[in-house]
């Protein structure tokens, strides 16, 4: 496939703030005034033919990364960690005995984090047993779990296969130490090596690593050295992120404590390009583009549940300090306080923190936003569904995008072509509802291939 070209000239600097959309209605709206709606759909039967799966949030890192924009904690002590599992066990007990969950087992199982390879093999046997007993995951198809690879030893992976991981995930982010450590990783590329043997030797049926494009330091040479490593290392799926520098990262502090509004990492063209360039990499060496993100091996083995549930509209009960859920078409999140969060779930109370009710049209646009980051969408799905057309309901959009030469339409639905794809999360923003338009002033503009 031919590199797309992009407009230099037109090239954005990468400054703070987030494009990347990862659900909808926008976070800014949820509200802990429609909490009780929250509340309210998890006392009711569920809907017939629903999915339903779960995300446990281990929210514990070695170090925080300096372009985390994550909820983690560095400083909790052992007792400490036991005591958010404890919280976790409790409000996993108290989802046991709902009647949202209507006698369904869950499809999968996500641990995610921060980092639950963090926490040591004697807890996670005891949080995946407490797990096993309140809800049942023997009918999962898929058990995630994100690792760090510093965290991993073989016992550690062992102690992880053993609960029926199916998908391993490692985040590598990038393979030279000068690189891992200018960003505040905690491991370093011996540790990869390492980490990657032990997972394959284990045989997990699926392992996955992330990447980022654009960490500070990254170089053109280096990151072609990234990604040739990666092919190497030939793993079953592979997810590349673009460098965002979100308001509460540590590199956006530093940007603003020293007056600066340009982030020290490569400009969005060149971020595009790389994941462009690693995209047609991964095919040169059989691979197939699956997403906006992610390159798979063989897709008919390397499934990925919990996004492709997830974005059809799937329940997912997301536990934890912060986490978010999508229950019965409701969004909501969980206390975003370590302390609030155990208080609450120990006096045996759900912690939801804040939510939002989607109106009909709201939740159609949510799945048809979310599944547009596969970068093909179904006509007929959204009609069977939702009663919509796509084609007619985006008409302008979706015209001028084609002009641009960032998507086709045919009557199948819509596929974004490589150079939508590498600014999905940009265009997403032009199906908005007016209401949900970024209030910071326009984005920035978007590039014709
Ligand atoms: C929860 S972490 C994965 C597990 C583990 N905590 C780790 O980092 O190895 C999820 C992934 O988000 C990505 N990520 C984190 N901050 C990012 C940022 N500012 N821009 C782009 N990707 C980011 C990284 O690729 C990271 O692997
Ligand atoms: S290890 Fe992962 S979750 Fe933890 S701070 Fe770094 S990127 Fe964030």
Redesign the pocket.
Known sequence: MATVPFDASSDEQTTGGSYFVSNYPPYSFWNAGSAKTALDVLAQPPAADTALGFYLHIPF?RKR?H????KVYTDKNASEVDTYLDALIAEIRLYAGLPVLGGRKPRFIYF????PSYISTRQLGKLAEAMQQAIPWDAAKEIAF????GTLTEGKLRAIRDLGVTRL???I?NFDDAILKANGRAHLSKEIGRAYDYARSIGFPQINI???AGMMGETEENWKECVRRTIELDPDSV?I??????FN?TIFKEMKASGQSVAPVATWGTKRRWVQYAFEEFEKAGYTIGSAYTAVKDPAKAKFLYRDLLWRGADMIGLGVASFSHVQGVNYQNEHEFGAYCARTSRGELPVYRAIAPTPDERFLREFILQMKLGRVSRRYFEDKFGQDIHRRFEEPLRTFEKQGLAVLDPEGIRLQRAGLMQVDKLLHQFFLPQHQPQNGPLPPILSA
């Open positions: 890192c990364c372009f985390c924009y994550f995610g984090g921060g980092t994100e690792c760090e690879p995930s490692l985040g982010e992330d990447l980022i997810t992120y673009q460098m965002e520098i979100p990262t």
